[in-house]
């Protein structure tokens, strides 16, 4: 099975902060990677597909970068409707979900 | 417009099974791979498997093997998910999740029901 990581697992960040979470994965997985944010008691939802395709809607300020084993996720500019937790999955293989990052306020 | 919507919260004794649906709209049914992920109380997200709704095929995670069954009902749109032996450990919200592309296995999720949470108490 892929083991998925991430760090850190909490982020204190201001607004207007560039934020960037890792996530890597335990083989190869080429670029089958996507990134998720969630709020408490709400379905996740897709930000980032394929590593680094951005989702239609999601704004410009999120961007991922990586592939084979390792990735992140930046904001750009923090904005208060970003903090949220944020989850890394494969999908080469099965799925799996990296741990998650919770990004709070500083 | 492209919407899942899950049945509602339940409440089960250990050792009992529980199904939950997963009823589909706005969009081609059979045309996309559906997946199931919990999420435990303040915990992350869990992969369970994958149906292809147009033949029923199925994948399951390791862990859930034995345990887990999903079906799909083209009549109604509708995918279940029916979890066996059920433990205090199996508490946990419930997701559906369509993946975004038509007929693409190797996908991510873009739609997702609205999750059911499943409660295992003796």
């Known amino acids: 099975d892929i083991q998925m990581t991430q760090s850190p697992s909490t982020l204190s960040a201001s607004v207007g902060d560039r934020v960037t979470i890792t996530c890597r994965a335990s083989?190869?997985?080429?670029?089958?990677l996507a990134w998720y944010q969630q709020k408490p008691g709400k379905a996740p939802k897709l930000l980032i597909y394929?590593?680094?395709s951005l989702e239609s809607g999601v704004p410009s300020r999120f961007s991922g970068s990586g592939s084979g084993t390792e990735f992140t996720l930046t904001i750009s500019s923090l904005q208060p409707d970003d903090f949220a937790t944020y989850y890394c999955?494969?999908?080469?293989?099965?799925?799996?979900f990296g741990p998650g990052t919770k990004v709070d306020i500083k | 417009q492209v919407q899942l919507v899950q049945s509602g919260a339940e409440v089960k004794k250990p050792g009992a099974s529980v199904k939950v649906s997963c009823k589909a709209s706005g969009y081609t049914f059979t045309s996309y791979y559906m997946h199931w992920v919990r999420q435990a109380p303040g915990q992350g997200l869990e992969w369970m498997g994958i149906?292809?709704?147009?033949?029923?095929?199925?994948s399951y995670a390791q862990k859930f093997q034995g345990r887990v069954t999903m079906t799909r009902d083209t009549s109604t749109s509708t995918v279940y998910m029916e979890l066996s032996s059920l433990r205090s450990e199996d508490t946990a919200v419930y997701y559906c999740?369509?993946?975004?592309?038509?007929?693409?296995?190797?996908?991510?999720?873009?739609?997702w029901g609205q999750g059911t949470m499943v409660t295992v108490s003796s």
């Open positions: 083989q190869s997985i080429s670029s089958w």
């Open positions: 999955q494969q999908y080469n293989s099965y799925r799996t």
């Open positions: 999740a369509r993946v975004k592309q038509l007929a693409q296995v190797k996908d991510a999720f873009d739609i």
């Open positions: 394929k590593a680094s």
């Open positions: 149906i292809n709704p147009s033949g029923g095929s199925t």
